[in-house]
């Protein structure tokens, strides 16, 4: 299984503070890729990695990738209450059409 | 949620009954995916379909069943063969048929309920 597993299962934070979110995965892969997901809602895609890139921004948002250590990281800077949402990795593997998810880290961010 | 719509937005359902979702994309694309998701989970593969008139079973397919008659739409039935048909039902869609390497555009669920 390509899995991801993000750590930590829950963050709680200070607006203003920045959130990083890891994520581990098992075998070699195509992509990564996190979304968010707001309570009750569908998931929203924030930033694909490739396997061949170390690290990515969009926005606030910045991406990193250890293919040695098969791990990824989601950094948010300077956090706003609008960020509250629950945060998933997906992982893309070599010649596979699916994406596996893992079970999310969720994010607080009290004002 | 994109172009992707699904309904009903929650569905009650007695136990022994099949229940059908739907979903629908105006995206125009070839993909579509079928994610089931349990409280503090994350998302689990039904059914994929990387064109019309084909798709292919996920990780958890058993009981559940889907056709794509349409490239538009993609619904899944929840058979009675389900024993824990209980969920949130996710349905996505992505650009090309090899849906690892593309984004995937998420509609914004169905909960079921077996009562």
């Known amino acids: 299984s390509q899995q991801g597993e993000e750590d930590p299962q829950a963050l709680s934070i200070q607006e203003g503070e920045n959130a990083t979110m890891n994520c581990s995965y098992k075998t070699s892969i195509n992509n990564l890729q996190w979304y968010r997901q707001n309570s009750g809602r569908g998931l929203v895609h924030l930033i694909l990695i490739r396997s061949n890139e170390r690290e990515k921004h969009s926005g606030r948002l910045r991406v990193t990738l250890d293919t040695s250590k098969k791990s990824s990281s989601l950094l948010i800077t300077a956090s706003r209450a609008a960020d509250t949402a629950s945060y998933f990795c997906?992982?893309?593997?070599?010649?596979?059409?699916?994406?596996?998810f893992g079970k999310g880290t969720k994010l607080s961010v009290i004002p | 949620d994109g172009g992707i719509t699904q309904s009903p937005k929650y569905l009650f359902r007695k136990e022994g009954q099949n229940v059908t979702l739907s979903c629908e994309q105006n995206l125009n694309h070839d993909a579509m995916y079928w994610y089931r998701q349990d409280p503090g989970q994350g998302l689990r593969l039904i059914y994929y379909?990387?064109?019309?008139?084909?798709?292919q079973k996920g990780d958890i397919a058993e009981g559940y069943s889907v056709s794509r008659e349409k490239k538009e739409s993609f619904p899944l039935t929840v058979t009675s063969a389900q024993k824990n048909p209980t969920a949130f039902y996710l349905c996505?869609?992505?650009?090309?048929?090899?849906?690892?390497?593309?984004?995937?555009?998420f509609g914004p669920g169905t909960r079921l309920t077996v009562l």
């Open positions: 996505a869609s992505s650009v090309r048929g090899d849906g690892g390497r593309d984004t995937q555009y």
């Open positions: 379909s990387q064109i019309v008139n084909d798709f």
């Open positions: 997906a992982a893309s593997g070599a010649g596979s059409y699916q994406l596996t």
